[in-house]
T-cell receptor, first 116, second 111 residues
Framework: DAGITQSPRHKVTETGTPVTLRCHQT?????MYWYRQDPGHGLRLIHY???????DKGEVSDGYSVSRSKTEDFLLTLESATSSQTSVYFC???????????????FGPGTRLTVL | GQNIDQPTEMTATEGAIVQINCTYQ??????LFWYQQHAGEAPTFLSY????GLEEKGRFSSFLSRSKGYSYLLLKELQMKDSASYLC????????????FGSGTQLTVLP
């Protein structure tokens, strides 16, 4: 199994509070991603990183920010949590295949976030 | 933009064969992935298709037709442990390694 951990695994917080989720990898993979998964919507990309300090927005980035100061860590921050951000959050990592865009992603165990 | 369609739910019997379809419309296309996700767990990689045709891997096979924007995942000799959600995902061209996922097909295998 790819070495990916997420912390915390479960969190309950209140509307308006800041929340930071951490993804840590031991694979030295270049690319890291944050997704949210909601019933009926599948996995939707929030933000991704293609290197230290290099990040970009995904499909549902509003209300979220990210930082990557080290190869192994990718942080997702909800500056002021809202009930619509209640979801399961998955981190993923990948390393591009040689000479192609092959992009198998390995997923962390997920963080279940509840915003009351 | 991207649009990926899969059936929401399917039911099959242990020992049978089931085919899960996926159609996609994207602004560009590099390849298609299938992932398996058991309830409460992370998605795990099953297969990748970039060229037209069938890729076989044990009890699982995946087919791709680029001209039709169509793929299917074929599961043979179904087992109870195959009850899971199956996610279709595409890599568009120029996507900086992004994946766009369908909503997933929840497969229930009955005894």
């Amino acid at each position: 199994d790819a070495g990916i951990t997420q912390s915390p695994r479960h969190k309950v917080t209140e509307t308006g509070t800041p929340v930071t989720l951490r993804c840590h990898q031991t694979e030295n993979h270049r690319y890291m991603y944050w997704y949210r998964q909601d019933p009926g919507h599948g996995l939707r990309l929030i933000h991704y990183s293609y290197g230290v300090k290099d990040t970009d927005k995904g499909e549902v980035s509003d209300g979220y920010s990210v930082s990557r100061s080290k190869t192994e860590d990718f942080l997702l921050t909800l500056e002021s949590a809202t009930s619509s951000q209640t979801s399961v959050y998955f981190c993923a990592i990948s390393e591009s295949g040689t000479g192609s865009d092959y992009n198998e992603q390995f997923f962390g165990p997920g963080t279940r976030l509840t915003v009351l | 933009g991207q649009n990926i369609d899969q059936p929401t739910e399917m039911t099959a019997t242990e020992g049978a064969i089931v085919q899960i379809n996926c159609t996609y419309q994207t602004s560009g296309f590099n390849g298609l992935f299938w992932y398996q996700q058991h309830a409460g767990e992370a998605p795990t990689f099953l297969s990748y298709n970039v060229l037209d045709g069938l890729e076989e891997k044990g009890r699982f096979s995946s087919f791709l037709s680029r001209s039709k924007g169509y793929s299917y995942l074929l599961l043979k000799e179904l087992q109870m442990k195959d009850s899971a959600s199956y996610l279709c995902a595409v890599t568009p061209t120029g996507s900086a390694r992004q994946l766009t996922f369908g909503s997933g097909t929840q497969l229930t295998v009955l005894p």
